[in-house]
């Protein structure tokens, strides 16, 4: 059985950091491309970042370029986001999700990826 575990999540003041973690377990989670994505309150859901399989390629929405990172440990098979920099606007529940790798990219729609956490929390006050 596969489990996807989100932590991290918090209450920040903007500005301020937090690094989120994803903890998979049930599946060869150096063969799977790995993202991360959010749902503000009133709109749909959307991608943050997305990580390939080594780690060597990754994407960014642009409107977190340059404030998060995205890294994996596949020794330890975890999924990190680093986010700094945080505005109000960055307030959502950020899911962590895992999807059968097909080449050296990683995807950003959701229907490429199949397993999902519940999902942790973001509140970031102004």
């Known amino acids: 059985q596969v489990q996807v575990v989100e932590s991290g999540g918090d209450l920040v003041q903007a500005g301020g950091s937090l690094n989120l973690s994803c903890i998979v377990s049930g599946l060869d989670f150096d063969d799977y491309a790995m993202a991360w994505f959010r749902r503000s309150p009133g709109k749909e859901r959307e991608v943050v970042s997305c990580t390939s399989w080594s780690g060597a390629w990754s994407f960014y929405a642009d409107s977190v370029k340059g404030r998060f990172t995205i890294s994996r440990d596949n020794a330890k098979n975890t999924l990190y986001l680093q986010m700094n920099s945080l505005k109000p606007e960055d307030t959502a529940t950020y899911y962590c999700?895992?999807?059968?790798?097909?080449?050296?990219?990683?995807?950003?729609?959701?229907?490429?990826?199949?397993?999902w956490g519940q999902g942790t929390q973001v509140t970031v006050s102004s």
């Open positions: 999700v895992a999807g059968e790798s097909n080449g050296r990219e990683c995807g950003e729609y959701e229907y490429e990826y199949t397993y």
